[in-house]
C-alpha cells in the first residue's frame, strides 16, 4: 500500500480491463478527483460516461498529495 487513502479502504474494488469497443458519450482519462468528479457530474446529467485509468482510481497526485479543502483556513480581507 503506498498511502493513507488506500489503506484506509475496507476493500479494493475489482474493475475489468477494457476490452474491445466501447460507445459512450464522453470518455475521461484519470481517475483523480478532478477526473472521477466530472465523470459524476455528466452520469448525473445523463451522459453515457467512460472512465479510463492505468491504475487504480486515486492512485496518482490525488492519492499522495494529502491535500485538504476546508473553508476553516481561509482568511477574510
Not at 39 to 45: G, I, K, N, P, Q
Not at 60 to 75: D, E, F, K, Y
Amino acid at each position: 500500500m503506498n498511502n493513507y487513502y488506500e489503506a484506509s479502504l475496507p476493500s479494493r474494488a475489482s474493475w475489468p480491463r477494457l476490452d474491445g469497443d466501447v460507445h459512450v458519450d464522453v470518455a475521461i482519462v484519470g481517475c483523480g478527483i478532478t477526473g472521477v468528479a466530472t465523470a459524476v457530474e455528466l452520469a448525473e446529467r445523463g451522459y453515457q460516461v467512460a472512465l479510463l485509468d492505468a491504475n487504480t482510481v486515486g492512485w496518482g497526485a490525488t492519492g499522495r498529495n494529502g491535500g485538504q479543502v476546508t473553508g476553516s483556513l481561509s482568511v477574510e480581507n
